[in-house]
């Protein structure tokens, strides 16, 4: 008998870890997310190792009491500062709870030394007694690091042998969110761990590159890390995620959407969708019409990935809300159209038809069953308010708002916050060490 031909079925996106495990259901979540990571490190980093040592007995009889508690290990102070902590371990096996719409990315300030149950605020005596970076702190400083993995790996790396599809760029970036969403930047040099990041998004975007590339990358950004040090950090960065690659990002959906915006705009169900600006009558849409729109699309996107927002939204929606934002930019010829837009006002704006994307949305999917899935009027609701609320967000991104670093960088501020890590984190200390005695030996041998 010929073998049974296997049965293939198809995973929704709702169904995948990326929508079930790793979106979040509010910026309180995030917050909380990076506070616990924040303190935890704190609370390792305060702790004098006599101290340490002598709490182990404790540590070991309490841990038995914690799993059976299902408390998940989240309270015990580790004492290896290069530990790894897992995402699931962190954030624990709890329902996910959705927000509404409006609490969804509220602003929310992260925990301050004021509060009471704050923590601890400097290191141990044998550490020197240096203040401790803040959640703050840590969130402006993972905003910056994620900012600069577009310039090592992607479409604009500075090192053209480092240059690769935008995918890959947004896939490094959400890695090296997703590690820092359970471990803190004082016990995991950041620098490693963006290397990592863009060097594991190669293998998992199926476009590997050298690692001596990425070594040459990080030096022609004036911040190197040697090989040995990406693939131990790419160790690290796997275990942090859980060994959770699945990654989706929005460029695809902005691709898939444009396509089926040309077919659908052309149908009598769309045509009323539409309308061409500056010109005396209406006509049918063509080729590169859209071209400006979509192209604008992709750059808006550009900052989404190195924002907070593949964190709270899904790559769908992200690349709805881009192309409403780009409509909106190629068509005003405003500033948006210079950065985020094709930067042609006049030549091409005249030509870009003025689309309602919220009605695309309501007419493309009502009283449609695709793939078997049901689309109602209640379900189309909520996508269009979550794409709303998140276009509102995308025009933030331009003041530096929700975690982009591409915008109004203080960098006084991050000077004085590289200094006060270097006095407090747990890695990097052996290197000093090591460096001053490199300093040491030559001096000697300068004087001989």
């Known amino acids: 008998h010929p073998p049974a031909s296997p049965t293939t079925t198809t995973m929704h996106y709702e169904e995948c870890s990326q929508a079930t495990k790793w979106q979040l259901s509010?910026?309180?979540?995030?917050?909380?997310?990076?506070?616990?990571?924040?303190?935890?490190?704190?609370?390792?980093?305060s702790r004098d190792n006599a101290s340490a040592a002598a709490d182990d007995d404790v540590k070991m009889e309490d841990a038995t009491e914690k799993e059976a508690g299902g408390d998940g290990g989240d309270s015990q102070i580790a004492n290896d500062p290069s530990e790894v902590y897992g995402?699931?371990?962190?954030?624990?096996?709890?329902?996910?709870?959705?927000?509404?719409?409006?609490?969804?990315v509220a602003a929310q300030q992260l925990m301050q030394e004021s509060d009471p149950n704050y923590g601890p605020t400097l290191t141990s005596n044998t550490r020197g007694s240096h203040p401790l970076l803040t959640p703050t702190d840590e969130a402006l400083l993972i905003s910056f690091y994620c900012s600069k993995i577009p310039l090592l790996i992607g479409?604009?790396?500075?090192?053209?042998?480092?240059?690769?599809?935008?995918?890959?760029?947004?896939?490094?970036?959400?890695?090296?969110?997703?590690?820092?969403?359970?471990?803190?930047?004082?016990?995991?040099?950041?620098?490693?761990?963006?290397?990592?990041?863009?060097?594991?998004a190669t293998k998992v975007e199926d476009c590997m590159i050298l690692v001596g590339y990425l070594e040459m990358g990080t030096k022609e950004m004036n911040a190197p890390v040697a090989m040995t040090e990406i693939l131990d950090a790419e160790i690290q960065l796997i275990k942090g995620i859980d060994f959770d690659l699945l990654?989706?990002?929005?460029?695809?959906?902005?691709?898939?959407?444009?396509?089926?915006?040309?077919?659908?705009?052309?149908?009598?169900?769309?045509?009323?969708?539409?309308?061409?600006?500056?010109?005396?009558?209406?006509?049918?849409?063509?080729?590169e019409?859209?071209?400006?729109?979509?192209?604008?699309?992709?750059?808006?996107?550009?900052?989404?990935?190195?924002?907070?927002?593949?964190?709270?939204?899904?790559?769908?929606?992200?690349g709805l809300a881009a192309l409403m934002i780009a409509n909106e930019y190629v068509n005003s010829g405003g500033d948006g159209a210079s950065s985020s837009g094709d930067g042609n006002?006049?030549?091409?704006?005249?030509?870009?038809?003025?689309?309602?994307?919220?009605?695309?949305?309501?007419?493309r999917f009502q009283d449609t069953n695709e793939s078997e899935v049901k689309v109602d009027a209640a379900a189309?609701?909520?996508?269009?308010?979550?794409?709303?609320?998140?276009?509102?967000?995308?025009?933030e991104l331009k003041e530096g708002k929700h975690g982009c670093g591409n915008y109004k960088v203080d960098m006084d501020t991050l000077k004085g916050l590289n200094k006060k890590l270097k006095k407090c984190r747990a890695w990097g200390i052996s290197d000093?060490?090591?460096?001053?005695?490199?300093?040491?030996?030559?001096?000697?041998?300068?004087?001989?």
């Open 247 to 287: 990654v989706f990002s929005p460029y695809k959906t902005v691709l898939s959407y444009t396509e089926d915006l040309r077919t659908f705009l052309k149908s009598d169900k769309g045509r009323g969708l539409i309308s061409f600006s500056g010109q005396g009558e209406q006509r049918q849409l063509v080729g």
């Open 26 to 45: 509010s910026q309180t979540e995030l917050n909380s997310l990076r506070e616990h990571a924040n303190r935890r490190a704190r609370d390792v980093l």
């Open 289 to 318: 019409d859209l071209r400006p729109m979509h192209d604008a699309a992709i750059k808006i996107c550009d900052d989404v990935i190195v924002s907070d927002i593949p964190m709270l939204f899904a790559p769908g929606e992200v």
């Open 345 to 363: 006002a006049d030549g091409e704006n005249s030509r870009s038809p003025q689309i309602d994307i919220m009605g695309y949305i309501r007419s």
């Open 380 to 395: 189309i609701d909520v996508v269009t308010r979550r794409v709303t609320k998140l276009g509102q967000i995308i025009r």
């Open 87 to 104: 995402f699931a371990a962190t954030r624990g096996d709890r329902p996910k709870v959705i927000e509404s719409d409006d609490d969804i």
């Open 155 to 200: 479409p604009h790396a500075t090192l053209p042998r480092c240059r690769r599809d935008a995918k890959v760029a947004a896939t490094a970036c959400l890695l090296f969110r997703r590690f820092y969403l359970s471990n803190s930047v004082m016990m995991h040099d950041p620098k490693n761990i963006l290397a990592a990041a863009a060097f594991l």
């Open 432 to 448: 000093k060490k090591e460096g001053k005695k490199k300093k040491k030996k030559k001096r000697k041998a300068e004087d001989a």
